[in-house]
Structures are given as C-alpha cells and as structure tokens.
C-alpha cells in the first residue's frame, strides 16, 4: 500500500475527520471544530511567514458559501513555499480570535508549482459599518483579497498582522490637522 493509503487508514483508525477548510472556519466566529483534531487536504500555500503559512482551498473547490472563510493559518516549521499543495492534520485553535492549526500540526507537500487561489474581491459594500460588526470579517480570514474602489489603511500588531479600514480616503489624518494635533481636543 502507499503512503497515501496508509494515511487513509489511520485517519480513519483514529477517527480524525476529514473536512475542507470552509468547514473548520464555519460560518460563525469560532469553529466548530475548536480543540479537535481534523485533516484538510488539497489545499494551496498561499503565503509562508516566519511563524508558519496561510493556505486556501483551491478556486474550483471553494464551497461558493459567502459566510465562510476558505482559508486558515498553520503554525508550522514545515517547510513549504507558495503553490505548494498540502495535507493538514491537526489541532483546530481559536487564537486571539483567529482560527489556526497551532503547535506543528503534520503537514505533507503533495506537489508543488500549483497556482494560488483567485482573491476574493472586497469593496466598501461588503465591509462592517461599525467596530461591532467583527464577525462579518470573518469570512475573510485567512484568504486572499483584492480590493476596488477603496483605499486600505492601517496599523500592524506585534504580531505583523495589519488591520485594514476600507474608505475613500486615509481616515486617521483629518485634512488640516498637523501633527500632533492639539491638546484637548
């Protein structure tokens, strides 16, 4: 038997279920398979940080949901680069309310030099309107976007993740405002 076969029958001895990433983000903002072990597989690499990389299902096997998120961060020391299409099995973690497969879950490269995902388009219509509508996003997480029609602005965290404020013009810097601004107001 090969190697693929072999999995096959341990995932199943082991009763790890076997689902696409749509499924592990759900349509909410936590997953439903939150501290469960699950496997992903034929999933592209989309970007490799120094932590790990974030992958996506391909364009053609996309669920065609709009409430789910169709990609997901694994917290890896695997190498792998962009295009590489894998197999994921482990532990599904909410962090700092982002789903990710933390800790060095088993990753295997089934082939490489694969496309990326088409990005997801993001205009000023599909954004929350307020800071309460965070959950909206979520959709979003871990995916490629573009944007039309918008400019992205933002700050990054000490993680180098950047938030981005969708509008037609930078909102943090009123016109006529110098630096740094007056007291009292």
Known sequence: ??????????????????????????????????GMTVETTGNIVTVVTPD????????????GDPATSEGIFVFSDAVVAVGDMVDVTGLVDEYFGLTEFPDNPEVNVTSSG????????????QTPTTPSDPPYMERFEGMLLSFTNATAAGP???????????????PFREAGIEYPGMMGL
């Open 52 to 63: 790990g990389f974030y992958m996506q299902a391909p364009t053609v096997t996309r669920d």
């Open 1 to 34: 038997a090969g190697l693929a076969e072999e999995r096959e029958v341990c995932r199943r001895w082991h009763d790890v279920p076997l689902l696409a990433i749509s499924e592990i983000q759900g349509a909410t903002d936590t997953s439903p398979y939150d």
């Open 156 to 170: 990054t965290d000490q993680f180098g993740t950047t938030g981005l404020v969708l509008t037609t013009s930078l």
């Open 114 to 125: 694969n496309a990326r995902p088409d990005a997801t388009v993001l205009d000023l219509s």
